[in-house]
């Protein structure tokens, strides 16, 4: 889609602007990849599918984390891990994440992965989730220092292509390791961190903190990608000041705006802030993204998967509970769609229905 808007590309630094690595819109390396500019997608189970990868990726994000993908070879063949491995049409480099806790698991799923495409292997140490933690794998794997270097050392071993790990800041706040974590895993040959400044206790309640992601930035050489609570390019430029991070993963604030990486490329590089944009152009958005949901799922799955990201997009916009409510009866995709151009352009089946 030819878009104006998207022509706000990251320009100039400005001459105020101070020295930093992402301010001079440095890209940073993971193995032999550039991730240019250095905004990274995080990776979210049911959110950041091949669609939503591939979006982002064209409104300035410099890499997309695929959802994780389970270690157990049973559940490869399942409708659902397909689509996840299915990379086919994604501008590299291609990340998939591997959750699991047996470090042979995890580097037989990695090679499997890499046999689908992946160019990047990134190991979840970070979700809380229950069905992941009540296995050990996940952030639960944070409390095993010795199993997490068994872990990334298999990966690393089995497969050519460079290794990150995703960690929070700790297993919980009286056991804040993340330095120790970040050491261990720089030493077992990972290639880059991502770290959200929460610990597994916490999960996603209170505000992130990033003093301890700074203290990681301090204790290792390898680059460090900083994560939580980023939701506009303001805070992103005071998570860059304290951390000292290499890179920015954005997570939540992504769904429904994924032109916020275009939105903080910008701000980072000329202090000024893109306009927002116009609401016809967020409908057409919204309409390709629907577009290709119907592709990867097909009709009947894609326009329920659509429905979340509708909402998401819908969120900032007059009328948008009562709009939600009613497309949620939706179940074809022609009438979703038609639905969502009405919305973006002046609501008018809102004022019919
Ligand atoms: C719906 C959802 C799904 C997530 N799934 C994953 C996942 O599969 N793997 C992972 O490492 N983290 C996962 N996360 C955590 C995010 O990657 C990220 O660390 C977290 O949301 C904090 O970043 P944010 O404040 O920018 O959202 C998920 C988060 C959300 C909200």
């Known amino acids: 889609m030819s878009n104006p808007w998207l022509n706000h590309r990251a320009g100039r630094r400005a001459a105020s602007a101070p020295e930093s690595a992402i301010r001079d819109n440095q890209p940073m390396n993971i193995g032999p990849y550039r991730i240019d500019p250095p905004l990274v997608l995080a990776p979210m189970a049911g959110v950041t599918d091949r669609a939503f990868r591939v979006l982002c990726r064209r409104l300035g994000a410099g890499l997309a984390v695929s959802e994780m993908t389970s270690d157990d070879p049973r559940m490869w063949k399942t409708e659902k891990s397909r689509t996840r491995m299915d990379h086919a049409g994604e501008p590299g480099p291609v990340s998939v994440q591997i959750a699991g806790h047996d470090p042979l698991a995890l580097a037989a799923a990695a090679r499997h992965n890499v046999d689908q495409g992946a160019q990047i292997i990134d190991i979840n140490m970070g979700c809380p989730a229950k069905k992941v933690c009540k296995v050990d794998a996940g952030s639960a794997l944070l409390r095993d220092e010795a199993l997490v270097a068994r872990i990334c050392e298999a990966v690393v071993a089995s497969v050519p292509m460079p290794v990150t790990l995703k960690i929070r800041t700790g297993w919980s706040r009286d056991l804040r390791n993340g330095v120790a974590v970040a050491r261990i895993a720089e030493a077992s040959g990972i290639a880059a961190l991502a770290v959200h400044g929460r610990t597994r206790e916490d999960r996603f309640e209170g505000k992130a903190e990033y003093a301890t992601i700074a203290a990681i930035k301090q204790g290792v050489r390898i680059p460090v990608i900083a994560n939580g609570d980023i939701r506009t390019p303001q805070q992103a430029r005071t998570v860059l000041a304290e951390t000292g991070a290499d890179a920015l993963m954005i997570g939540r604030a992504a769904q429904g705006r994924p032109w916020i990486f275009a939105e903080i490329q910008h701000y980072l590089a000329t202090d000024t802030a893109l306009p927002p944009?116009?609401?016809?152009?967020?409908?057409?958005?919204?309409?390709?993204?629907?577009?290709?949901?119907?592709?990867?799922?097909?009709?009947?799955?894609?326009?329920?998967?659509?429905?979340?990201?509708?909402?998401?997009?819908?969120?900032?916009?007059?009328?948008?509970?009562?709009?939600?409510?009613?497309?949620?009866?939706?179940?074809?995709?022609?009438?979703?769609?038609?639905?969502?151009?009405?919305?973006?352009s002046g609501g008018e089946l809102l004022q019919v229905a």
Not at 321 to 336: G, K
């Open 277 to 344: 944009p116009a609401a016809k152009w967020v409908g057409q958005l919204l309409a390709e993204h629907l577009g290709e949901l119907y592709r990867l799922y097909g009709e009947a799955h894609g326009v329920r998967i659509g429905r979340k990201h509708i909402r998401w997009y819908c969120e900032d916009h007059p009328g948008a509970d009562r709009f939600w409510t009613e497309i949620c009866s939706v179940s074809r995709a022609p009438e979703q769609l038609s639905r969502v151009a009405a919305f973006f």
